[in-house]
C-alpha cells in the first residue's frame, strides 16, 4: 500500500454534520477550508512503507448550488484541495524524509432529499421547520491529483473512487440527530510503485453519526462519531495480508456565524480505533460566504 493525501486524511474517516440540510432553490456558497493533520499510519507487513509519520496541510476549496428536482430539494458540491505535507518513514527499508506539494483529487457530491424536504423559494423556507428529513447522496472522487508511480507517497490516488449514501436527520426543538450509511467503491490503480503492479481496493462500508445542539439560528455545535469496515487491497489479484480497515473516529464541530452572509466552522478528530490505514489528529477551519439567486 502506498500514501497518498488523497487517504490522508482517508476519505472513510470523514466527519460531515448536517449534510442533509435543506437550502432553498438557488442557495450557493463558497467554502475556503484548511485542515491540519498529524500523525501516521499503520500499513500492512508487505507495505514497502513502515513508521509513517506525516503533517499535512490541506486547503480545501469548494463551490455549493442548491435547486429543486422533481420537488425535492437537491444540491451539488464541488471540491478542489491542494495538499502540503511532509512525511518520515522507512521505504523499503531505508529511513527518509519527503516532501510534498500539489493538486491532491478532486471531489463531486449530489445530494437529493427523499423525504421531508421539499424544494422551496426563499420565502416558502422561511416558514418551514425540518421534522424527518430521508436524503440520498453520492460522491465521486476523480483523479486529478498529480501521481508518479515511481514515487511511493502521491499527492493523488490514480484511481476513481465513489461513495453512494442514505442519511436519515431527525430534529427534536433545538436538537437534530444525523445517521448515514454508505460504501465506498474503488477502480484500480494500474501503474502502482513503478508501474509494475495493478492494484485494487474492495468496498469500504461506512456508518457516522452526529448528535447537534442549536444555540440560536445558524449557531450549532455537535458530537461526531464513525464507524468504517473494509477495503482489503490486492496486487495483480492476490490479497495483501492484514489490510482489511477495522476503525473509528470521534470529534466535535462548531458553526459560528459572522452575519448573513458569512460564517465560521470549527472541527476537531482523532481516532478512537484504527486497526489499518491513517491514524491523524485533525483541526478544520471553514469560512463560508453564502447567497441566493432566485428565478425571475
Known amino acids: ?15 460531515a454534520p448536517r449534510a442533509y440540510v435543506i437550502t432553498p432553490t438557488g ?18 507487513s508487505t507495505s514497502p512503507i513502515a513508521d509513517l509519520a506525516a503533517q499535512i496541510n490541506l486547503p480545501v476549496l469548494s463551490y455549493y448550488h442548491g435547486f429543486g428536482l422533481f420537488g425535492h430539494a437537491a444540491n451539488i458540491t464541488a471540491s478542489l484541495p491542494y495538499g502540503v505535507g511532509n512525511f518520515s518513514g522507512k521505504a523499503v527499508g531505508t529511513q527518509q524524509s519527503i516532501y510534498r506539494s500539489g493538486l491532491t483529487d478532486s471531489s463531486y457530491r449530489f445530494s437529493m432529499n427523499l ?9 416558502q423556507f422561511r416558514s418551514w421547520r425540518q421534522k424527518t428529513v430521508v436524503g440520498a447522496s453520492l460522491i465521486v472522487v476523480a483523479p486529478t491529483g498529480q501521481y508518479d508511480p515511481a514515487r511511493l507517497v502521491n499527492q493523488g490516488a490514480n484511481r476513481w473512487a465513489f461513495k453512494p449514501e442514505i442519511g436519515l436527520s431527525q430534529r427534536w426543538s433545538r436538537w437534530i440527530l444525523d445517521a448515514y450509511g454508505a ?8 501503474h502502482y510503485f513503478n508501474g509494475d503492479l495493478v492494484q485494487t481496493q474492495l468496498p469500504i462500508g461506512t456508518m457516522e453519526m452526529h448528535l447537534s445542539h442549536d444555540v440560536k439560528p445558524r449557531l450549532w455545535f455537535s458530537v461526531d462519531a464513525n464507524f468504517w469496515y473494509g ?8 490479497e495483501t495480508t492484514n489490510t482489511i480497515q477495522t476503525s473509528s473516529r470521534v470529534g466535535a464541530t462548531a458553526s459560528i ?14 481516532g478512537a480505533y ?13 469560512w463560508q460566504y453564502s447567497w441566493i439567486r432566485e428565478r425571475k
Open 1 to 15: 500500500m502506498s500514501a497518498y493525501f488523497a487517504s490522508t486524511p482517508c476519505r472513510a474517516q470523514g466527519l
Open 27 to 44: 442557495s450557493n456558497a463558497i467554502v475556503l477550508a484548511y485542515t491540519f493533520s498529524d500523525g501516521g499510519a499503520v500499513f500492512d
Open 115 to 123: 423525504l421531508g424536504g421539499p424544494a422551496m423559494r426563499i420565502d
Open 183 to 190: 460504501v465506498w467503491f474503488f477502480t484500480a490503480n494500474r
Open 231 to 238: 477495503g482489503a487491497t490486492r496486487l495483480n489479484g492476490a
Open 257 to 270: 456565524p459572522l452575519n448573513m452572509r458569512q460564517s465560521l466552522k470549527f472541527s476537531y478528530n482523532a
Open 274 to 286: 484504527i486497526r489499518f490505514g491513517g491514524n491523524y489528529q485533525n483541526v478544520s477551519a471553514a
